[in-house]
């Protein structure tokens, strides 16, 4: 069994910082490793890797490895699940760090990262990972000094069956449109003024604007304002039948690389029992599909293909138009028609494992399981 030295479950962890306020891959592979906290013990050494930008953090990141005086044969592990303005993707940048690290550091070293993109070192799923222990392991978890959850309990995260009854909407827009300026906001904004004629028929979140979809536990609402994520309340998706967004990081290149990643954005719905029209990177659907979810075929998808952003984000608002313009009567029939689509997808969240990266790294460093 691998050791790994200071998991980001202790308080004052100086390498891992605020990743202890995440799921991190040792709390959902607690199974698989055996915590040390002596550091020469280990075999693994997990470190924050978000902050290895600008240079002077990185060589100040390096000065305080050297000071460990390690081991040769342990491993240092990056971890760059941040993925936000991820310069991870910026290849000059990248092959600068790699060079510098090989040259000061004498250890054998691995940065995992969660951009679907990114073929360079270890992708892993964090995002997957977050949302399923989330959703199906709420009541197994920890959720007071979680990232995003802020002390809320696990109320935010139980799921009602998949029903829709009453006085129904069409749509929910979980599409929060922050006060900042960032390419990937361009497109919430311009799908928001498109919605405004259709707004007596979803709800739209936009915090700029005062439009806060509450959470299912009250308590959490305060930090909706803020920006925070909280899964929608359950009697959004109930009143409604499908979730239009953008995701995260639609629009981000970096220089000769995009990102991809797929967020809660798409999650939520999907395990909230929703038909989804998401806009994202080319390719997004087929990559939501790999998965095991299912979509239905009254919804247009073929955006998808185009390559272009801008038209893309055209023939999305089109697809988009033609689900709006039909009768709610229409949209009844067809989830009575599509429910069993939206049941297996829900399911999908139980049936598809863990992203293992425990697994992962032992064949990265060509390593076995043995005791050490």
């Not at 200071?6 to 202890?20: A, S, T």
């Not at 550091?39 to 002077?56: M, T, V, W, Y």
């Not at 806060?212 to 899964?231: Q, R, V, Y």
Request: hydrophobic share 35%; with cysteine.
């Amino acid at each position: 069994m691998l050791k790994i030295f200071n998991p980001g479950r202790h308080i004052g962890d100086v390498f891992l910082k605020d990743y202890h306020k995440n799921f991190l891959p040792f709390d959902i592979e607690f199974q698989d490793w055996e915590y040390v906290t002596d550091i020469k013990q280990a075999d693994i050494i997990a470190l924050q890797g978000h902050d290895l930008f600008p240079e002077i953090n990185l060589i100040q990141k390096v000065i305080e490895i050297k000071s460990l005086n390690l081991r040769p044969e342990q491993k240092l592990l990056f971890l760059h699940i941040f993925h936000i303005d991820n310069v991870f993707a910026d290849t000059t940048y990248y092959l600068y760090i790699r060079k510098l690290l090989e040259q000061e550091i004498p250890n054998d070293i691995v940065i995992v990262h969660p951009n679907f993109a990114q073929h360079r070192e270890l992708y892993y799923d964090f995002l997957w990972n977050r949302q399923k222990i989330y959703f199906t392991e709420y009541d197994k978890i920890d959720l007071k000094d979680r990232l995003y959850t802020h002390g809320t309990d696990a109320k935010s995260f139980a799921l009602r069956p998949i029903e829709k009854h009453g006085s129904m909407k069409k749509f929910l827009c979980p599409n929060r449109i922050y006060d900042f300026q960032h390419l990937r906001l361009e497109y919430r904004k311009d799908l928001a003024y498109f919605l405004e004629p259709y707004a007596d028929q979803g709800y739209v979140s936009d915090p700029v604007k005062g439009n806060i979809l509450e959470a299912e536990n009250s308590f959490t609402n305060k930090f909706l304002a803020e920006g925070g994520w909280h899964p929608v309340a359950n009697r959004y998706y109930e009143n409604t039948y499908f979730s239009l967004y953008c995701e995260t990081l639609t629009g981000n290149i970096h220089k000769d690389s995009p990102y991809k990643s797929i967020t809660e954005k798409t999650w939520d719905p999907l395990i909230k029992g929703h038909f989804i029209l998401p806009f994202g990177y080319q390719g997004m659907i087929d990559h939501i599909k790999s998965y095991g979810f299912l979509f239905p075929d009254w919804i247009d998808y073929t955006y998808d293909y185009i390559e272009d952003n801008e038209q893309r984000f055209e023939a999305f608002l089109e697809t988009a138009k033609e689900l709006l313009e039909l009768p709610i009567e229409s949209l009844h029939e067809l989830y009575v028609k599509d429910k069993e689509i939206l049941e297996h997808n829900r399911k999908v969240f139980w049936d598809r494992p863990y992203d293992s990266l425990h697994d992962k790294l032992v064949k990265f460093f060509d390593i076995g399981n043995e005791t050490h």
